[in-house]
């Protein structure tokens, strides 16, 4: 019994120990603030500065920090930097003019230690050259907006036309780092309109708001009546997919049913299809899935509206068209113009294949899919759909239905 209740004893005052070990703070806090950043040099750049210095040999330091004031009636902003470094680099300003920065060195504590101040003075602001860059000319159905950013920084394009009271109605606004910027705005008609594009960063600065005054291009969609599978034409050319079977056939991409998952769907052959005339120059290995339409017009073409099932396995993912005023009877590619590359399908939530659709992704699928098509493009008459990739990863296909809108030649 005595052996028992000494193990007893034991356990509690072990278990006492480890807690009393476990509240204990890490750090005494001795109420010492560490001593100053020293010797600072200043290296800016555009829309900021990197700072070199000198720290403290203090054995509790933790890390560095600066604070600093990027706008007028701005909150103050930090930025921390390891105790491994003696650098810290600071960003988001939008002027070329003078700023202070107050840097302090912080103990395990948070001891801080009287503050350094240093002037820097930022390089033009990467801001600065995307809103100086922006070019706008008219395009089918509204306008074309294309733009610079050579510093990749993160920026929005703020898009408004003005009504008939002079007020800025949002009609886009786009989110962009790409060296190079472009985006179509349409659904106008023919008619002069004010835009005003309002450019800003992630760090709030704004680049002055720019207006411009642009005619629309006109708009007209393809006669339906007009569209022409080959098959329809009496023809056969090499690397054609055939369609999976006679009632899934491609001439129900264009009878005007734009619900997937019906027989007026338009499915492929299956992805296990292997061309027999060898695989479509400039497509090697990917077994993509090729189609090609007669618009039965010329056209030059401004957008194409495609609608498929929402995000389904069969929903083409990564794409390429193509245009050409002739057939070649080899099948190839040859004399004919890439007017869309790599075009994608964009599900609004954002999620992977497998995860069930939003009701903004269904809203979006029904709406139909505009893929934009290169201004420079020529007017064409033959369409080729190279499909690259489907939802699932595959190339099987399923296209309800496709329209094309553009200023018909003849």
């Known amino acids: 019994m005595n052996n028992k209740l000494s193990i007893l004893l ?22 010492v603030s560490p001593s100053s950043i020293q010797n600072i040099i200043v290296d800016n750049f555009a829309g900021g500065a990197k700072l070199t210095y000198s720290l403290p040999q203090e054995e509790d330091l933790l890390y560095v920090e600066a604070e600093f004031i990027r706008q007028d009636n701005a909150e103050i902003s ?12 600071v960003h988001g300003f939008g002027e070329e003019k003078d700023y202070e920065i107050n840097l302090y060195a912080v103990d395990q504590s948070e001891n801080k230690s009287a503050p350094v101040t240093t002037i820097i003075r930022p390089l033009r602001a990467p801001i600065q050259f995307v809103g100086e860059s922006l070019e706008v000319f008219p395009d089918f159905g509204g306008m074309y907006v ?19 009271f002079g007020q800025p109605n949002v ?3 786009v989110y962009s780092e790409a060296l ?43 006669d339906k009546t007009y569209y022409r599978t080959l098959a329809a034409l009496g023809l056969t050319i090499p690397h054609e997919t055939p369609a999976f079977n006679a009632r899934w056939g491609l001439e129900n991409i264009y009878n ?24 479509l120059p400039g497509y090697e290995g990917l077994n993509a899935q090729y189609f090609t339409l007669d618009i039965g017009t010329e056209i030059k073409l401004s957008r194409i509206l495609m609608h498929t099932a929402a995000f389904d396995k069969d929903t083409p993912k990564v794409f390429d068209i193509w245009g050409a005023n002739q057939l070649n009877a080899d099948g190839s590619l040859d004399g004919w113009v890439k007017i869309a590359d790599k075009r994608e399908t964009i599900k609004p939530s954002g999620t992977p294949y497998g995860v069930d659709p939003t009701q903004e992704d269904i809203e979006a699928a ?4 505009d893929v934009l098509i290169d201004a420079n493009a020529p007017p064409v008459r033959y369409i080729r759909f190279v499909n690259r990739q489907s939802w699932d990863g595959n190339t099987l296909i399923k296209i309800a239905e496709m329209e094309f809108f553009g200023e018909i030649i003849n």
């Not at 807690?19 to 109420?31: C, F, Q, Y």
């Not at 960063?201 to 704004?206: A, K, L, S, W």
């Open 10 to 31: 034991l356990c509690v005052a072990t278990f006492f120990s480890c807690e009393e070990d476990t509240i204990r703070p890490l750090v005494i806090d001795d109420g």
């Open 256 to 279: 005007g049913d734009t619900r997937p998952n019906v027989r007026q769907a338009f499915l492929s052959a299956a992805s296990s299809w292997i061309d027999p005339d060898g695989e």
């Open 146 to 164: 294309s733009w610079e950013n050579p510093y990749e920084t993160n920026v929005s394009l703020e898009i408004s036309v003005l009504d008939e």
């Open 180 to 222: 190079e910027g472009g985006v179509a705005i349409r659904g106008f008609d023919p008619v002069e309109k004010t835009f005003t594009i309002v450019v800003k960063d992630r760090y709030g600065n704004i680049y002055p708001t720019q207006r411009f005054v642009v005619t629309p291009l006109f708009e007209e969609a393809a």
């Open 366 to 369: 029904e709406r139909g899919f």
């Open 78 to 89: 930090r930025v921390r930097a390891s105790l491994f470094n003696n650098t810290l680099e």
């Open 171 to 173: 009609v886009d606004i």
